[in-house]
Structure formats: structure tokens, C-alpha cells
DNA sequence: GAAGTTCAGTTGTATAGTACAACGGAATTG
DNA sequence: CAATTCCGTTGTACTATACAACTGAACTTC
């Protein structure tokens, strides 16, 4: 479709506008909501949660972060109790991580509370836009998960 | 609605990871492609500009910020050039803010680099579905516009 | 119209999250 | 075994942020 491409522009800059918006406030919201699971270690606690044993490499390129900064995240959630790492007999190299009994409660708790604030704000969607506006989600992350520049 | 709990559920989930998700990378993709304009400056500049003349406190509550945190972000803007202040004749405490022809030109500049990303992240994207997608991010973001938790 | 209150913004201080660079030890490869 | 590569840690620095204390201006109320 040729013919409408300020449209098109002006909707690329509603979105990119609109989720940098977001992602401004979520640290902000996350912060307020649980102040004692900082907001990434609690995503990289529920990443480690969800891969069952992984490495901190691992959790670096999936992240983009750098690996300084996964070593210090994984060193204060063992410092709070919520991980514990294995050395894998194979290659001395590795730590296994994975949660601890008070990490997979923690997790738990926060995702509950995280469900709750969404619930309310998102009260008035009907389930269709709620899912749609998902679908969307999925499509633009899926899009970005090997991105460049 | 009582009836279909589940599917509600499931999407708000997905709304909730894949939007942590995004904001995870925000900052380093940001990072990365404009080295110069540091992110929060940028997005700062770019309300500024496009709310022709607004204060410091708008900033503040439009992005849940710490009106301190404001403050030194737009001495930095300043410092650098890209915004103005202006006090308003008939309130000595307001400092109307403006961009500079610089910072309206790194704008300029910056946006349209973050459009061709964009562009091209989004290239098989029908018009009609980033209409729909930026009206739900719109939407979302103006929901939490007055919020608490 | 002076006293108290609220509002806009700055500054001091502390913390989280991050990167980059330099390193250490372990594994792989020549 | 020497060189290299891989995983992780530590040192250092910087950005973004919050909270608290403050200044100064504008409203309120008597």
C-alpha cells in the first residue's frame, strides 16, 4: 500500500514514543511495587526460574547486558538467598544457577502482586483488545529478538 | 465477567512479560544507537518539543520522575545547548522550557534514526495494524496516566 | 498586609544499574 | 606445553534515579 505513508510515519512514532514512555515508568512502577526485589534481578531471577539451570553468559547475550553487570545481579540475589549456584562437574568454568526455595516463593509473591496492578489497570479492556494488544506485543518483541544496531 | 477468566489472565500476562521485556532492552538499544543523546535527555527533549513550551513539573508527573531528576536533566540539556528556559512574566516560579535550533535539529537527527530502525523493524507491519498497535499503546500509557499502587 | 501554606525548582547525598577494561582460572587447540 | 579462547570477578566510572532539605515565589486567610 503505497499510498499512506505519513500515516504509516506517524503511527511508528506513536509507538516508539509510547513505549519509551513505558519503559520510563515501569522502572519507576517496579520500583514502588516491590522494593525489595529490584527490578532486574527479579527478571533474571524469574529467567533463571523459567530456563531451570542456566549460566550467566546466558543470561547476558539474552539480555544484552554485560556480563560485569550479571555477575554482580547474580551475586546479590545469592547474597539474598534466592540463588545458589553449581559448578558443573564437566567444565569447572560454568556455574549452574538456579533458584532457591525462597527464590521460587519470592517469585511467586512478585508475580502475583505484578498480575494484580495489571488487572486493575487493564480492568476496563474487553478480553479481545487485551488479546489482540498481546498478539501485538509478542509480534513486535519476536521481530526484535535478534536486532542490530 | 466470570466467564472466561482464564484467557483474560493469560494475556495480561503476556501485556506484563513482553513489556518488562521491552523495557529491559530500551536502554541499551537506546544506548547504542545514540551514543551522544543519552536516553532520558532525549525522550525529555522530545516532550519538550513537542509540547512547544512546557514546565519541568509536566515532565515530572508525565514520566513518574523525581522533579530532581528533571531539574538535572534539563541542566544537562542546557548545558549542552538543545533546551532554553524561559521564566513566565506572570508566574516568577515557572521556567517555561524550550529547544534551541541545536536540540530541534539533534532531534531531527535522532528521530530519524530511530525511525529507520524502527522502519525497518516494523517493515511487514500492514498500516492498519500500526495504526491499531500504537492506538492500544496509547491507550495503555494513558490509563496510567493518574495512577498509584 | 503579615503569617502560614503551597508550588516550582535546585542541591546534597545515596543507591541501582550499567559498561568497559583488566584480570584469573579453566578448557581447547595447535 | 604454549597460545587462545571462554567464563566469570573485580576495579572504576558514569547515568539515572530517589528522597530530603532547602530557596524563593505565589496564593490564603485572617
Redesign the pocket.
Known amino acids: 500500500m503505497p499510498g499512506t505513508p505519513g500515516e504509516r510515519e506517524e503511527s511508528l512514532d506513536v509507538i516508539q514514543r509510547e513505549l519509551t514512555a513505558f519503559a520510563?515508568r515501569a522502572?519507576?512502577a517496579?520500583?514502588?511495587l516491590h522494593p525489595e526485589l529490584?527490578?532486574?534481578?527479579?527478571?533474571?531471577l524469574a529467567h533463571i526460574d523459567d530456563q531451570q539451570g542456566c549460566?550467566?553468559?546466558?543470561?547476558?547475550a539474552h539480555?544484552?547486558?554485560?556480563?560485569?553487570?550479571?555477575?554482580?545481579?547474580?551475586?546479590?540475589l545469592e547474597k539474598l538467598g534466592l540463588v545458589e549456584?553449581h559448578p558443573?562437574p564437566?567444565?569447572?568454568?560454568?556455574?549452574?544457577?538456579h533458584p532457591t526455595e525462597a527464590g521460587t516463593q519470592a517469585l511467586a509473591a512478585t508475580q502475583a502482586s505484578r498480575r494484580a496492578a495489571y488487572q486493575e489497570r487493564l480492568a476496563d479492556w474487553t478480553a479481545d483488545d487485551l488479546s489482540r494488544f498481546a498478539a501485538y506485543l509478542l509480534r513486535y518483541n519476536a521481530t526484535g529478538d535478534a536486532p542490530q544496531s
Not at 549460566?55 to 547476558?60: C, E, K, V
Not at 539480555?63 to 546479590?76: F, P
Request: charged fraction near 30%; avoid cysteine.
Open positions: 520510563r522502572r519507576a517496579a520500583a514502588r529490584p527490578l532486574v534481578s527479579y527478571t533474571l549460566r550467566a553468559t546466558d543470561l547476558a539480555y544484552m547486558l554485560d556480563k560485569s553487570t550479571v555477575s554482580r545481579q547474580i551475586g546479590a549456584r558443573d564437566d567444565d569447572h568454568r560454568i556455574q549452574v544457577l
